[in-house]
């Protein structure tokens, strides 16, 4: 027996070793992670043979007495079986890599012998486990945890079947008989299982780490035979050790952790008898959908693939697939991630969707739906829809006694078009409805005539390509500072920055369903927030204010006190929470206990304070056991940052107790219900972290309260949520307007329709106590169906604030005062009475009128008013969104400016699905739009109806023939009472849709009223000069151009900006119009500066015709038949090249005058 002062001097002497040999490490030397993410590592003895024999001369001069029963010593740390002792922290894992302990460490942390080995646990023949232990002598004396292992296991085989009374033995005596076990091993013997070799001479090391490189702590060993045995378990430092493995390359192990992709490792192949193998485990979580099936049309006969793709970890190995909600037999069809269909029949027709399944859950993708129609039935309808396009203020028609006119158009559905060989899961060619034949009507306006295209017919052709992108400006919540030079991550991905002003743009990939981004403080001033975006599936750019919140200022915390940190600070109020770490929980990535002062900084958003609902993370929502997707209802979420007293390296916390006060959580239903969620950053979902538990307690000396009471561990998330899973769901029609006049044919999409989720205080309805959701959602063509919480039983359980914005500008809501209009606002009585609808500024006049609230009063099934919108069950989503206009929905409307646009070939900019292939298209690209603007000055006491007429110019397809019109009122100075200006649109020159040749605009500005050019831009004029042709300007009342090719820049008055979207090109150039300048941005009117014309304009008599009126003087000649010697082109005397009569126009070519 080793008395105590023997084995301290032991200890003492293994720590001046340690220190001699260095900090050695088995995972010195990491390998990169493979698919399986583990690397293996073969240790000599013979490699540190030299160290080795200098530790043995110490060891042996000092303690000749006691004898070292191993043969080398390895620098591994061996691992327990199943560690019990008190200082590990259980069920989660630790980070970091080994260590051994300083010298002073060591010396406070001797151990007690081993105690003989257990009897087998195996029965008889059968192989087993033995165990054997020691105790801590320093956790008695001085109450310090010992880190080196007090508990081990080794492989034996059980007693003799004949002899009950025969001892256990490590290995077996004999080889298995040939004759009972196939089983043959090159090196060692045939456990008597016949699944496994043994080697008494051989030791297998082992190391099982996280994601980041942290131990994994309790991580449990597993021998794969015919039934898995459990060999041993990893300590706290993540290091395992197993006697008897063979080194032959057949062991396999399986290593398992809760929450974590269970490892497979083969013991590889050697000739060494000291083996060390390294594993890295993977988070586990259930399988996200990447990409779900294509809508597809076939005809009858024929065959279409329908494919789904999933990730995760571990990875999806199952894929149902169902038609119409109905499981496919797969024995029937024989899929996996892919569904083949042929020789179709209108049966088949019908939505689609897959479930794709792994051991860590299951995942839904959305539906698809395939429409099969006949062999020879027409692909679309021929027949356009009714679309309403209005028409100038000077362009009445008595017939329909309206501004409007009828155009037609024809939806973008995919349609059955020409098919490729072999089975794709996406078609190489998408096919879609769309105009197939035009013809030009002639609209009789007041003295002149408007040419426009109308739809006349519908087909089946290429659907138009486009891009999607979101753009927006990244801002603090509170103060409104820009998050400059962020960066942007898609998953693990940087894709975008943000710029000096926090704005970004982000291209979205095809095939994109859920948009998960990442904002990032470099400074680390803002807490890192991710945001699931909602974008344009049909293209186009989308406008996302993202709101972020500022990081708490750090607290000193001393890691070997008890500290409780407060969440929620709320005047009048107490706290919704408490965190409380206990003495010594913090530790470093190696797992080594961190026993220096903590900075804490905790950031907690309040859900009690509603102006911070739209800073939520992500869109609150998980996946559940089935792989729906399922709404969450928070308490507030928190964020945390624990880092060492420098801030230089990031610490973990370990039993860590979440206090919720039961007083904050008024739903009696939501207590049991209530969960601790963390959040993954890549696919923006919540994934449960821990239940809670009742406890009734007295803290900070007040009374006795009751408090749920959760734990956690803090390691690689940061970000935590206090929700509860809510199944009452419903969703909201919405609807966006260009105007007041509420017309289907003004509907706009891309407008971003918010929802915050509030719960209504007892007696105070118009007074939120807390918000619990925030939801947004874009409008399409159809408008929007944003969901929200509901009840059918009480109406006024939740409530909802509802806002839409578009480009960063919001939208106006119907109001709600004197009384409430139901055909304005449109819901009809009495379903608006209980839903109690109430604009923003219902009792406040100085309100904004940006916004409304409703009670979430879930439609009953016995009320038919109530079954037609605006509120929907959540399983109705389909009406919802299939609902036609004459349904009931809540409308939001832009304030209408004084800017018109007209098209020859009608597009919609909100739709860019709409655009037409036409000579006359105004925009002649549908993934590149180039808006172009001239800055117009006007002298005079009023301000002045500018119009921008859009002519062929050089092209021999549409030279005289009308693009389009463009009115604009200009802005009085706010400083020059008799000076205003205007950012006049006009169309740029340059290629037509079939990019084959440049066509110079013919442009003509003319101001409404008495008006005189004044001046031209000299630098405009002398561009125009040298890029011939010019054309003539003998009228003083207007200017003529041919638009130039070149974005020349605010030092000639023209600002030019391509963009991916049309809206956004137009919004950027008017912002540089606005502020004369080429790459600044203003929504005030800078009349001054960067001006490309001046005209002087005086107060026009009653008697006076205006000047639209006057457009042709003889014969009310129309846009669409200039004539061919028009004094337009004619070259001024004085230019390069000069002529003395007109040039007729079909001789105009470009630039070869």
């Not at 109905?326 to 020789?343: A, E, G, M, T, V």
């Not at 100038?392 to 409007?404: A, E, G, L, V």
């Not at 442009?1003 to 831009?1017: A, T």
């Not at 049309?1062 to 001006?1091: H, N, Q, W, Y």
Request: proline letters at 6%.
């Amino acid at each position: 027996m080793v008395t105590a002062k023997g084995w301290l001097l032991l200890l003492l002497l293994l720590g001046a070793t340690s220190v001699l040999g260095g900090h050695e490490s088995l995972t010195s030397s990491r390998t990169p992670a493979s698919p399986a993410r583990w690397a293996l590592l073969v240790t000599s003895p013979e490699r540190s043979s030299s160290r080795i024999a200098a530790r043995q001369r110490i060891l042996k001069q000092a303690l000749g007495r006691i004898q070292i029963r191993q043969k080398t010593f390895s620098p591994l740390v061996m691992l327990s079986l199943e560690s019990k002792r008190s200082g590990s922290r259980g069920g989660e894992a630790t980070l970091g890599y080994i260590r051994r302990s300083p010298l002073l460490q060591d010396s406070k942390r001797f151990l007690s012998p081993w105690s003989t080995w257990s009897e087998c646990s195996g029965k008889c023949g059968q192989t087993g486990v033995q165990k054997r232990t020691r105790s801590c002598l320093a956790e008695r004396l001085w109450g310090v945890h010992c880190s080196e292992v007090t508990e081990e296991g080794r492989l034996c085989v059980g007693h003799v079947c004949s002899d009950s009374t025969a001892h256990p033995r490590p290995l077996p005596e004999r080889r298995a008989s040939p004759a009972a076990c196939n089983l043959t091993c090159a090196t060692g013997r045939v456990n008597a299982d016949c699944d496994a070799c043994m080697c008494e001479d051989a030791t297998l090391h082992g190391k099982v780490s996280l994601e980041d490189g942290s131990p994994a702590a309790e991580a449990r060993v597993y021998l794969q035979a015919k039934k898995l045995k459990l060999l041993t378990t990893a300590d706290s430092g993540g290091t395992f050790r197993i006697p008897g493995v063979c080194p032959d390359g057949k062991n396999t192990l399986k290593i398992k952790k809760a929450k974590y992709v269970t490892a497979t490792v083969t013991v590889p192949k050697s000739t060494e008898r000291n083996l060390a193998i390294q594993v890295q485990l993977e988070r586990s979580g259930k399988p996200y959908i990447l990409k779900s099936p294509d809508d597809k049309s076939r005809r009858v006969g024929q065959s279409v693939s329908l494919c789904c793709d999933a990730v995760g970890s571990p990875a999806p190995d199952r894929y149902l697939w169902y038609h119409n909600g109905s499981l496919l037999d797969p024995s029937i069809y024989k899929y996996k991630n892919n569904l083949i269909l042929k020789n179709l029949n209108r049966g088949q027709s019908g939505e689609y969707f897959c479930k794709a399944s792994s051991d860590g859950g299951s995942a839904k993708s959305q539906s698809a739906k395939l429409s099969v129609i006949g062999r020879h039935e027409a692909a679309c309808n021929p027949q356009p829809q009714s679309h309403l396009i209005r028409l100038p203020r000077d362009c009445f028609q008595n017939t329909t006694n309206s501004f409007y006119y009828d155009v037609g158009k024809c939806p973008a559905k995919i349609c059955a078009g020409k098919l490729d060989k072999g089975l794709r899961c996406k078609d190489s060619t998408a096919y879609c409805c769309g105009v197939s034949k035009m013809e030009t009507r002639e609209i009789l306006c007041n003295g002149y005539t408007l040419p426009t295209k109308i739809a006349v017919e519908c087909g089946c052709k290429k659907c138009t390509e486009t891009r999607k992108t979101v753009r927006g400006r990244a801002i603090a919540a509170d103060n409104g500072e820009p998050l400059r030079f962020g960066h942007i991550y898609m998953g693990n991905k940087r894709v975008s920055m943000t710029g000096y002003k926090g704005t970004f743009s982000v291209h979205i990939p095809a095939d994109t369903e859920r948009l998960v981004l990442t904002f990032v403080d470099r400074l680390q001033k803002f807490v890192n927030t991710t945001k699931v975006l909602p974008f344009n599936e049909k293209g186009g750019a989308v406008f996302h204010e993202i709101k972020l919140l500022r990081k708490k200022a750090p607290v000193t915390l001393e890691s070997s006190e008890t500290n409780v940190i407060s969440l929620g600070e709320m005047e009048d109020d107490d706290p919704i929470a408490e965190l409380e770490i206990p003495p010594y929980a913090f530790y470093r990535k190696n797992g080594e206990v961190y026993k220096g002062k903590v900075k804490a900084s905790v950031t907690f958003l309040d859900p009690r304070n509603i102006s911070m609902a739209d800073v939520t993370q992500s869109d609150l929502n998980f996946v559940d056991e089935e792989g729906d997707i399922f709404p969450l209802r928070t308490y507030g979420m928190f964020s945390v940052d624990f880092t060492d007293e420098l801030g230089t390296e990031s610490l973990n916390a370990g039993e860590v107790k979440v206090h919720l006060d039961t007083a904050q959580v008024k739903m009696p239903e939501h207590l049991e219900e209530m969960k601790l969620w963390s959040l993954n950053p890549e696919t923006g979902l919540w994934e449960e972290e821990g239940d809670f538990s009742l406890e009734r307690s007295r803290r900070h000396k007040r009374e006795e309260r009751t408090f749920l009471v959760g734990n956690m561990e803090i390691k690689e998330r940061r970000l935590f949520n206090l929700d509860v899973p809510e199944s009452r769901r419903c969703y909201i029609k919405v609807r966006a307007y260009r105007s007041e006049r509420f017309l289907p044919s003004e509907q706009i999409q891309g407008v971003v329709v918010s929802v915050i989720n509030t719960e209504p205080e007892p007696g105070f309805s118009s007074n939120p106590r807390a918000w619990g959701r925030f939801d947004s959602a874009v409008t399409g063509p159809n408008g929007a169906c944003v969901p929200a919480f509901c009840d059918e039983q009480n109406p006024e359980a939740y409530a909802a604030y509802i806002l839409a914005s578009l480009g960063g500008e919001e939208l106006e809501a119907v109001s709600s005062a004197p009384k409430l209009n139901p055909n304005v606002i449109g819901v009809p009585q009495p379903y608006l009475n209980k839903l109690n609808y109430r604009r923003t500024d219902h009792e406040d006049p100085n309100t904004k009128k940006t916004a409304f609230s409703i009670n979430m009063a879930k439609p009953s099934s016995n009320s038919p008013e109530e079954n037609d919108g605006p509120i929907y069950a959540y399983e109705n989503l389909k009406e919802c969104e299939e609902a036609p206009y004459s349904s009931a929905h809540f409308r939001f409307y832009r304030v209408e400016g004084d800017r018109y646009d007209y098209n020859t070939v009608p597009f919609n900019e909100d739709d860019l699905m709409s655009w037409t292939d036409d000579y006359l298209a105004w925009w002649p690209k549908p993934m590149e739009f180039r808006a172009c603007y001239i800055k117009v000055k006007i002298n005079g006491p009023q301000e002045v109806n500018i119009r921008s007429r859009n002519m062929g110019g050089t092209h021999p397809r549409t030279i005289g023939k009308l693009y389009g019109i463009r009115d604009v009122r200009s802005i009085r100075a706010i400083d020059q009472p008799n000076t205003s200006a205007a950012c006049l649109e006009f169309k740029c020159s340059g290629m037509l849709y079939d990019q084959d040749r440049v066509d110079r605009t013919l442009v003509k500005v003319v101001p409404q009223g008495s008006c005189r050019r004044e001046s031209v831009n000299s630098m405009f004029h002398e561009y125009l000069v040298n890029h011939l042709p010019m054309a003539t300007n003998n009228d003083s009342s207007e200017y003529t151009m041919l638009a130039p090719l070149d974005p020349l820049g605010h030092n000639y008055g023209i600002y030019t900006v391509t963009d991916q979207d049309p809206r956004i090109a137009k919004e950027i150039a008017l912002g540089r119009c606005f502020d004369g300048t080429s790459d600044g941005t203003s929504r005030t009117m800078k009349s001054d500066v960067g001006v490309a014309l001046t005209f002087t304009c005086s107060e026009r008599s009653p008697a006076e015709q205006s000047i639209f009126q006057s457009q042709r003087n003889s014969g009310q000649q129309s846009l669409s038949n200039l004539p061919r010697d028009s004094p337009a082109y004619q070259r001024p005397q004085g230019s390069r090249r000069t002529t003395q009569g007109r040039s007729p126009m079909r001789a105009q070519r470009s630039p070869t005058y």
